[in-house]
């Protein structure tokens, strides 16, 4: 029995201005934080759009979500490693 496989479109030159997009705003992410949610958002859905229509730059969309998705983790370490610093020295304070 013959395999049938959907028809996907024939790749064609362009590149999703999505995946640009995206990218760019995971780079941002690096001195401004929504910039990465958002770079993470928007590569999501270029790779969607990249599916569906067959466009270059899937590359591009996966780099965005890559380093979106590590920034962010980053940050969030940060912010915890902030946060038990803070308290430690309130908690020192507290006792003296």
Excluded: K
């Excluded at 362009?14 to 934080?33: E, K, P, Q, R, T």
Aim: aromatic content about 8%; hydrophobic content about 55%; overall charge positive.
């Amino acid at each position: 029995m013959p395999r049938i496989t959907p028809a996907t479109p024939p790749p064609s030159g362009h590149i999703n201005s999505m995946a640009l997009v995206a990218f760019a705003l995971s780079v941002l992410g690096i001195f401004v934080l929504p910039g990465a949610l958002g770079g993470v958002v928007c590569g999501h859905l270029a790779r969607r759009q990249i599916r569906r229509s067959g466009e270059q730059g899937d590359a591009w969309a996966l780099a965005a979500l890559i380093l979106g998705y590590l920034l962010m983790l980053l940050s969030i370490a940060g912010l915890l490693l902030f946060g038990g610093f803070m308290i430690t020295m309130f908690g020192v304070m507290a006792i003296m």
